[in-house]
């Protein structure tokens, strides 16, 4: 087993000695003492991290009914669904009569397969063993209720239908009293799944006060992990929000978490957590409300601008890239921006990005000269003119030969609406 480490970094090597170690590994699950187990568990884990398996394991289903019957070794504790308030569920004390890193390491094992393969998943959900895990999730042991999260969390990533398959107020409050834990990587884990759920409108985040305050408090968390898992989760839902043209909830959330606090973790010192905060700006601006245009207007226009001109600025493409596309949505919107963009330096450094040797640099700066030039009596004719001053058509001539076809088309259109 020490030598499957060596595999770690090759995906293709992985899904081979998945292949091949699956059936083994099963017969060793079923003979083999606690450590044993474990061990195993901790090698699926690793094999399976970042790696895809599209294709069917071989006795796969076997292998997570052995998982299963571990998870089943606690005695019986109040049947998760028949749980009225998880308000009342207090952290459930259970003689396991396994060890409990023999159960964290089993729900690892677990989380892997269900995120990395899709039969595996299908197979856990239609034998309802995710509803075991959610009462796991209350366990008196710390390490217990992060390997629950971290299942939670894999079985409904990017999964709508798996989702569907949790009870969505119970697995809301049970995350939302995750989230209050003693114990940090336990918030973390809980926020994860929070995170996935995120994706979709109707669970329900936004209609929890509770659980809002909470993510809205994290942001000011001295832990990295949970203040980027927070803000990931405010820019996931501003987008559906504004995808789902809910501006009543957007609005209400803008109440609650004003567009300042994010326009401060701009100059956070983790470069993921300046990038979350750029996007989550572009979400708040992208959409008509009233209240997003008022505090920026609180801001001051000429502030904001040279903030995001700062982020432009960076010696990180990611962080110039988000704050580029942040500009273009700013000139979009709000009419005010555009004028005052075209009258400002923020027009000739954005020209000059042209000769970036990045091409994800080049389509944002396009991007953002395209909005520019959307025809608008009263901006349109000096954007043109302070354009042609700077010496786009040139930059413009050179990028319709870039290799890159959508760099040269929009290259082309942007020329042509200079003309």
Do not use: W
């Not at 209240?291 to 962080?319: D, M, Y």
């Amino acid at each position: 087993m020490a030598n499957v480490n060596k595999f770690y970094k090759f995906p293709p090597e992985r899904k081979y000695l998945l292949q091949r170690l699956i059936p083994s590994l099963y017969r060793s699950l079923k003979e083999g003492d606690n450590i044993m187990k474990i061990k195993i568990f901790t090698v699926i884990s690793t094999l399976l991290k970042n790696t895809r398996l599209e294709y069917p394991l071989p006795e796969i289903n076997d292998f997570i009914i052995e998982i299963q019957k571990i998870l089943e070794t606690t005695n019986e504790v109040k049947n998760f669904e028949t749980t009225k308030s998880l308000d009342l569920l207090p952290l459930v004390t259970t003689e396991l009569t396994q060890d409990k890193q023999l159960i964290q390491s089993a729900l690892k094992a677990l989380a892997s397969l269900s995120a990395n393969n899709k039969d595996a998943k299908n197979y856990i959900i239609n034998k309802e063993i995710h509803k075991r895990i959610l009462i796991l999730a209350s366990n008196e042991e710390a390490r217990v209720r992060v390997a629950a999260c971290c299942f939670i969390a894999a079985l409904i990533k990017d999964d709508i239908f798996a989702m569907n398959m949790l009870d969505n107020k119970d697995t809301l409050e049970l995350m939302t009293k995750l989230i209050h834990d003693k114990y940090l990587d336990v918030e973390i884990e809980a926020m994860s799944a929070l995170c996935n759920m995120s994706i979709d409108a109707k669970r329900g985040i936004s209609e929890s006060e509770t659980c809002l305050t909470r993510i809205i408090a994290l942001m000011s968390s001295k832990y990295t992990e949970l203040k980027y898992r927070s803000i990931f989760l405010l820019k996931n839902l501003f987008f559906r929000f504004t995808l789902s043209n809910t501006k009543e909830q957007k609005e209400k959330l803008l109440s609650m978490v004003k567009v300042e606090e994010f326009m401060k973790l701009f100059d956070d010192e983790d470069i993921k957590i300046q990038e979350q905060a750029i996007c989550t700006m572009r979400n708040i601006v992208i959409g008509d409300e009233r209240l997003a245009f008022e505090q920026l207007t609180n801001i001051g226009l000429v502030n904001v601008l040279q903030r995001v001109k700062v982020k432009i600025e960076s010696t990180i493409p990611k962080i110039s890239i988000q704050a580029l596309y942040l500009l273009s949505s700013l000139a979009f919107k709000y009419e005010e921006y555009k004028i005052q963009i075209v009258d400002s330096s923020v027009l000739s450094l954005c020209v000059s990005m042209l000769d970036s040797m990045n091409n994800k640099i080049i389509k944002a700066v396009l991007s953002f000269v395209s909005t520019i030039l959307k025809r608008d009596k009263e901006v349109f004719p000096s954007a043109i003119q302070k354009l042609k001053q700077l010496g786009i058509e040139n930059k413009l001539k050179k990028l319709t030969k870039n290799p890159y076809t959508i760099i040269k088309e929009k290259a082309i259109t942007v020329l042509s609406n200079l003309n």
